[in-house]
């Protein structure tokens, strides 16, 4: 079944109102029209079931047969990956398969061994990210759109810290605490019902310097292990997510 975001405001009462390039795929390139069913998410986590009316000039509205949850999101978690900026289109790959597993957010950074960089806001890279972001969450089913954020600078990163009930590090000088272990530990800590919070540290190509390691323990963050074998910038974090994925099911 074909699948669609609207904000909110594009509902109303019974009825879902859709426009612009959804509304082109719908009409011009899908061909649906009258009586035709579609799913729509409202990108907070609830999806309708709509059923179609005939397409106007620029608008095509449908009428709600019903609702329910999501089954693209996992509640018990929310998890933002930051990321060094990579070089050339690897970061699309990252966005890509980072939404398809589950990433609630993405925050690019920078760092010493970091060779790409976002110079100014003109920049068209977040543009386009944020729509990569967008066609991953409706190919997966996502019940969100997750967000790329404005590039960070290292030390901003580290501010953030404080803000997530675990920060984790994957950092490839680490040879004791696993991700399992780290896990593990702030299990037996959490109190709370509400969603545990996760932040994945994850370096560019060169990984980090040591100075930057050492920064982040003494800012709280955990260093952890992702085995024997060094893993390529866009290879860790889907790792974690994986991994953190297989942990909450269990």
């Known amino acids: 079944m074909h699948r669609f975001f609207v904000k909110p405001e594009q509902r109303f009462e019974s009825t879902i109102t859709i426009s612009g390039e959804d509304f082109k795929h719908i009409a011009k390139v899908l061909r649906l029209g009258k009586g035709d069913v579609i799913e729509v998410c409202d990108g907070q986590g609830t999806d309708y079931l709509v059923t179609l009316n005939t397409p106007g000039e620029q608008t095509i509205s449908g009428s709600i047969a019903r609702h329910y949850p999501s089954q693209g999101e996992t509640p018990e978690m929310s998890v933002t990956l930051f990321q060094g900026l990579p070089k050339g289109a690897k970061m699309e790959v990252i966005i890509q398969k980072a939404v398809e597993l589950g990433v609630y957010q993405i925050i690019p950074f920078s760092s010493c061994r970091a060779v790409s960089q976002i110079k100014d806001k003109q920049d068209k890279k977040l543009e386009r990210w944020q729509r990569i972001a967008y066609e991953a969450a ?14 960070l600078t290292f030390k901003e990163v580290l501010s953030e810290v404080a803000r997530y009930d675990l920060m984790i590090l994957a950092y490839e000088d680490e040879n004791r605490q696993t991700l399992k272990g780290a896990l593990e530990a702030v299990r037996k800590i959490s109190k709370t019902d509400k969603p545990l919070s996760i932040g994945v540290i994850v370096g560019p190509e060169g990984g980090f310097d040591p100075q930057e390691a050492a920064a982040c323990q003494a800012a709280g963050v955990i260093s952890v292990t992702l085995g ?20 909450k099911e269990e």
Do not use: C, D, H, Y
Request: glycine residues 6%; charged residues 25%; proline residues 6%.
């Open 228 to 247: 024997k074998r060094i893993l390529r910038t866009e290879t860790a974090g889907m790792v974690v997510l994986s991994q953190l994925n297989f942990w």
């Open 138 to 151: 409706k190919q997966s089913k996502r019940g969100i759109i997750p967000r790329i954020l404005w590039p």
